[in-house]
């Protein structure tokens, strides 16, 4: 018989070695345990009844689905008894929601990623960034940049894949076994070699993009595959794998200028900034509408939106001598 090494064996390992604490431990147990939770949840959900709307619209005005609601409370119920966390910022809740004074963390999570997959029960996110508390003087800011996270995560719902990334010590891929455990420890590095490299955006939009995209897309789009399935965790998880960019720009030359979202559409703290953590440590690069690193930037609030340009160095640098330009003529 052959037995894989499981995600808490892995990260037990990790602490021990770096000399560390077990509360990091018992918060990674609380967040592997919701996205079980989830998984099945979201595995029945059509029989269920539960992949519907639920009535209501979240702090970005769009639609809750049941799904998102199941997920948030699964994920609020880890996060409580695991102790180890003072507030939370969901993608799901307009407020910070504060857990517990004497935690020692910061979660930052989007419990279901990937909305207009629910219906149909395709590929979903959870993507989580943790940040500890300063351990020596007085708090600053809980809405940590990405730079500051110590680890992020995302699991693809329900293919039973995560992907952890720890600060300086790399980016692993764990499988779902037949008992419910996360194994076999892989480290994930981008491949180099540009064969398998795909491009990873909704091409529906590329006329609203700044010129200086168009351009840059008409110029590369034939060297590569194109892939999207719609959700940030499953799309960005073959970005991994194969290399190339994944890249949500800002819109803005919609023929109809409210639709316009010169900030972008994707979420900072939970979505953005937890894909270039993952990013850094697999050796790639993730930057914004600017061209200025992901990582970097500070939260003004906890639901602030950013455009991402995230995968292979290569590829977000020579799309970086795109963005620079102010709106060039397409080509
Ligand atoms: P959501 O949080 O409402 O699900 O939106 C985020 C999702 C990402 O997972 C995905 O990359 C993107 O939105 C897809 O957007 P679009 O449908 O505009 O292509
Ligand atoms: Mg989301």
């Known amino acids: 018989m052959h037995f894989e090494e499981t995600v808490m064996g892995f990260l037990l390992d990790h602490q021990e070695r770096h000399h560390r604490t077990h509360h990091f431990l018992i918060l990674m147990d609380a967040l592997i345990s919701a996205a079980k939770h989830i998984e099945h949840f979201y595995l029945t959900g059509a029989l269920k009844g539960n992949t519907g709307l639920a009535g209501s619209v979240n702090v970005q005005g769009e639609d809750v689905f049941r799904?998102?609601?199941?997920?948030?409370?699964?994920?609020?119920?880890?996060?409580?008894?695991?102790?180890?966390?003072?507030?939370?910022?969901?993608?799901?809740?307009?407020?910070?929601?504060?857990?517990?004074?004497?935690?020692?963390?910061?979660?930052?999570?989007?419990p279901?990623?990937?909305?207009?997959?629910?219906?149909?029960?395709?590929?979903?996110?959870?993507?989580?960034?943790?940040?500890?508390?300063?351990?020596?003087?007085?708090?600053?800011?809980?809405?940590?940049?990405?730079?500051?996270?110590i680890a992020a995560g995302m699991f693809v719902i329900p293919t039973g894949t995560f992907t952890l990334a720890l600060k300086d010590a790399g980016a692993w891929r764990f499988h779902l076994d037949e008992t419910m455990e996360?194994?076999?420890?892989?480290?994930?590095?981008?491949?180099?070699?540009?064969?398998?490299?795909?491009?990873?955006?909704?091409?529906?939009?590329r006329h609203a993009y700044s010129k200086g995209v168009q351009n840059w897309i008409t110029n590369n789009e034939s060297k590569y595959a194109f892939r999207y399935i719609g959700a940030l965790a499953a799309d960005f998880h073959r970005t991994l794998s194969n290399g190339g960019m994944f890249m949500y720009p800002a819109i803005v030359n919609h023929p109809d200028p409210r639709k316009n979202r010169?900030?972008?559409?994707?979420?900072?703290?939970?979505?953005?900034?937890?894909?270039?953590?993952?990013?850094?440590?697999?050796?790639?690069?993730?930057?914004?509408?600017?061209?200025?690193?992901?990582?970097?930037?500070?939260?003004?609030?906890?639901?602030?939106?950013?455009?991402?340009?995230?995968?292979?160095?290569?590829l977000v640098e020579d799309i970086t001598q795109s963005l620079a330009i102010p709106n060039p003529p397409v080509q």
Request: some cysteine; overall charge negative; glycine content about 8%.
């Open 112 to 149: 279901l990623d990937g909305s207009s997959n629910v219906p149909h029960g395709l590929p979903v996110g959870f993507m989580f960034g943790v940040a500890r508390k300063s351990l020596e003087g007085e708090e600053d800011n809980h809405l940590r940049a990405g730079k500051d996270y």
């Open 262 to 314: 010169p900030e972008g559409k994707l979420r900072l703290m939970y979505e953005a900034s937890v894909v270039a953590f993952i990013c850094s440590e697999a050796g790639g690069a993730a930057i914004g509408e600017t061209g200025n690193p992901i990582l970097n930037v500070q939260p003004k609030g906890p639901h602030q939106r950013s455009a991402l340009y995230v995968g292979s160095k290569p």
């Open 67 to 110: 799904m998102d609601q199941i997920a948030q409370e699964i994920t609020i119920h880890h996060l409580r008894t695991s102790r180890r966390v003072i507030y939370a910022v969901s993608e799901e809740s307009e407020e910070i929601v504060p857990i517990n004074p004497d935690g020692r963390y910061f979660v930052y999570f989007d």
């Open 182 to 205: 996360f194994v076999r420890p892989t480290r994930i590095l981008l491949p180099e070699n540009r064969k398998n490299w795909e491009l990873s955006f909704n091409s529906a939009n």
